[in-house]
């Protein structure tokens, strides 16, 4: 009753899902493309995955939403996700998202330097006045 393994049929093409999982392959470079979820909480855990895209040279891009990314794979949330494989008639829509992720995500230098809005904290907003207010003094 058990099917051969020469019956299998054809090669699946499956969304991998799961944070160590994607990790996994985007440091082995099986990784096309990788779609990371805006509002994962603590933020630390998905913290270093753009770096580690940049890196290898993975494109990746953030999507609203872990119930989003939760839909694709039929589950309730999911932090990320990496895609591996794409049918041949939609490779050609694959590769102009990968492009165009490549331009907005990875080699926008801007996006790395204003992480975090460039807005100081209120104390060292204080701070900076105080410096501000004793150079005018010694003027």
Do not use: W
Request: aromatic share 6%.
């Amino acid at each position: 009753m058990a099917a051969n393994k020469g019956d299998a049929g054809p090669k699946p093409l499956h969304i991998k899902y799961g944070l160590n999982h994607v990790t996994s392959l985007v440091e082995d470079g099986t990784a096309k493309l990788v779609v990371i979820a805006h509002d994962v909480n603590p933020i630390e855990m998905v913290v270093f995955l753009p770096a580690l895209c940049r890196k290898k040279g993975v494109p990746f891009c953030f999507v609203r939403g872990m119930a989003n990314l939760g839909k694709l794979v039929h589950k309730k949330t999911s932090t990320c996700l990496a895609l591996t494989e794409v049918h041949k008639e939609d490779f050609q829509d694959f590769e102009t998202l990968t492009k165009t992720f490549m331009l907005q995500f990875n080699e926008n230098t801007d996006l790395r330097r204003k992480q975090g809005g460039n807005v100081m904290g209120i104390k060292n907003q204080h701070m900076m006045a105080a410096r501000e207010k004793v150079r005018q003094i010694e003027l």
